[in-house]
């Protein structure tokens, strides 16, 4: 595994170190005593996955707030997107920045999104599929989000919208009001 600093304070975009022979290659795309010797969360709880249809879906941009604040791993593994986090913890130096990064089938990287960020992504091709990894169960009460489309965030979403929940729609801009860590 290669890890790939990101802008943002302990976020990190995770690549595979394939170990090839006539058949391909084999490779581990996680390993919690690996992720453990970075100060990195390596033990998940859950794991879902995302279908998407059409080209220029938006999901996002979701967090959950303390105690439940969620550390997840994501992963592109059928089609292509634009992965976009948002470091939501007071007090961090990168508080309220944005970074985006492409995910896909063809580059298998994973992006290690710490808890306390926000986190969406833009479908960049039609049938994209995208795996999470999360690290504590899903607690309804403790999920939120925020327009994908705040200004104050300053997110470029590379192509035209074109799918977006009505929940998505419905998420005010970021006030600061939730304990996210």
Not at 37 to 48: A, E, K, W, Y
Not at 69 to 79: I, P
Not at 98 to 117: C, D, H, K, M
Request: glycine share 8%; with cysteine; net charge neutral.
């Amino acid at each position: 595994m290669t890890f790939e600093e990101l802008p943002l304070v302990g976020a990190y975009r995770i690549g595979l170190s394939p170990h090839r022979d006539e058949r391909g290659f084999f490779a581990r795309t996680v390993c919690e005593d690996t992720l453990a010797t970075r100060g990195l969360v390596g033990r998940f709880q859950q794991s879902s996955v995302s279908f998407n249809l059409r080209r220029g879906t938006v999901r996002g941009m979701h967090y959950a707030v303390a105690p439940h604040a969620e550390t997840k791993l994501v992963r592109c593994t059928m089609g292509a997107i634009h992965d976009v986090i948002v470091d939501l913890r007071r007090g961090s130096p990168t508080y309220l920045q944005a970074v985006g990064v492409e995910l896909s089938a063809q580059n298998r990287a994973t992006l290690y999104i710490p808890a306390g960020f926000a986190h969406g992504f833009q479908t960049l091709r039609d049938e994209t599929e995208v795996l999470y990894m999360i690290d504590r169960a899903y607690v309804a009460e403790a999920a939120r989000g925020l327009r994908w489309d705040d200004p104050a965030l300053n997110v470029v979403w590379p192509v035209p919208v074109t799918v977006i929940a009505e929940r998505d729609l419905a998420f005010p801009a970021w006030t600061g009001a939730d304990p996210v860590v």
